[in-house]
């Protein structure tokens, strides 16, 4: 009787497991599927398997476009979250002074980027970056420099980009490193006073050994949400000038959705996401985070 009322107790999962089956798995199968296909909208209706013709025309692009949209989301990965991650770990280290005054203040202060939805506050950074009117080139002409184009010249539009993403996500990473901060027990920096310890060598023996995990686990769960991180790229550049800041999550959309070849696009999705896998997979295989050795 116990072991049928265990066994019967396991159909309350059912729902659940049929919620998660139909949100999460059947998306991800149906993108898997349409990517061997011929899906557009010349063949919105009768579309047909064509097995690996799409991966194979974008792997072998003669443009190497794919090659480009890579490296451009490297560019764009790792120029994001090397600032966020420098900048949101020295103003942690900042609040979490004992003797600073008004720490509740700063604090509050530097979440002021997430008080606004991201789609806000990137439509009012698209006006600030702006040649004309915007208030980035009225600053800057203030100490004599000349209006920079910033989102139609390719070096200048990848300075906007990251800037205003690091605008955008700095505050998680100071909230993350500071409650990890927070963590490590006072003791053991009065310890480390008494015996003679400067504040250089107590950052180096105690407060980096004891954020080794925590700066591990942020750097690649932000390394992943950077990756994706659609709206930015696609509000103040769309991928532009040209194709210099197209990344692929973006591209991928503009595949769908500006080119209408749906096919095309769930295939460079696929891609970016076993690529992302991938580094992911070695990157906690290395950092063995998540085996409690971090």
């Keep these: 009787m116990g072991k049928r009322q265990g066994i019967f107790n396991y159909f309350y999962l059912l729902p659940i497991i049929a919620i998660v089956l139909f949100l999460f798995l059947y998306p991800v199968a149906y993108a898997v599927y349409i990517s061997f296909t011929n899906f557009s909208l010349f063949h919105f209706f009768q579309y047909s398997y064509i097995g690996f013709k799409n991966y194979i025309n974008i792997l072998t692009n003669p443009n190497f476009y794919f090659v480009e949209l890579l490296k451009n989301t490297a ?15 020295f103003l942690a280290l900042i609040l979490n002074q004992s003797d600073l005054k008004f720490k509740n203040v700063f604090f509050s202060t530097f979440l002021i980027p997430w008080a606004f939805p991201a ?34 010249n390719t070096t200048y ?84 000038p040209g194709t210099s800041t197209d990344i692929l999550i973006v591209y991928s959309y503009q595949e ?25 997979v070695i990157m906690f295989r290395y950092s063995r985070i998540l085996e409690g050795r971090g």
Excluded: C, H
């Excluded at 539009?157 to 027990?185: D, E, G, K």
């Excluded at 400067?198 to 925590?214: A, D, E, N």
């Design 157 to 240: 539009a990848w300075v906007a980009l990251i800037l205003t993403n690091v605008w955008l996500s700095f505050p998680y990473y100071t909230s993350i490193f500071l409650s990890a901060l927070q963590s490590i027990p006072r003791e053991l920096y009065e310890i480390a006073e008494v015996d003679g310890a400067g504040m250089l060598t107590r950052f180096g023996k105690i407060t980096l050994p004891m954020m080794k995990s925590t700066l591990v686990f942020v750097g690649v769960s932000g390394f992943i949400f950077t990756w994706n991180n659609f709206y930015p790229v696609f509000i103040l550049t769309g991928g532009g």
């Design 119 to 152: 789609y806000i506050s990137l439509l009012i950074w698209s006006g600030m970056w702006d040649y004309s009117y915007g208030i980035i080139n009225k600053i800057i002409g203030l100490i004599g420099i000349a209006p920079v184009n910033w989102l139609n």
């Design 256 to 280: 769908a959705f500006d080119y209408n070849q749906y096919a095309l696009a769930s295939a460079y999705s696929i891609i970016s996401t076993i690529i992302l896998a991938i580094m992911a």
């Design 75 to 89: 560019i764009w990965t790792i120029g994001s979250l090397i600032p966020m991650m420098i900048l949101g770990f």
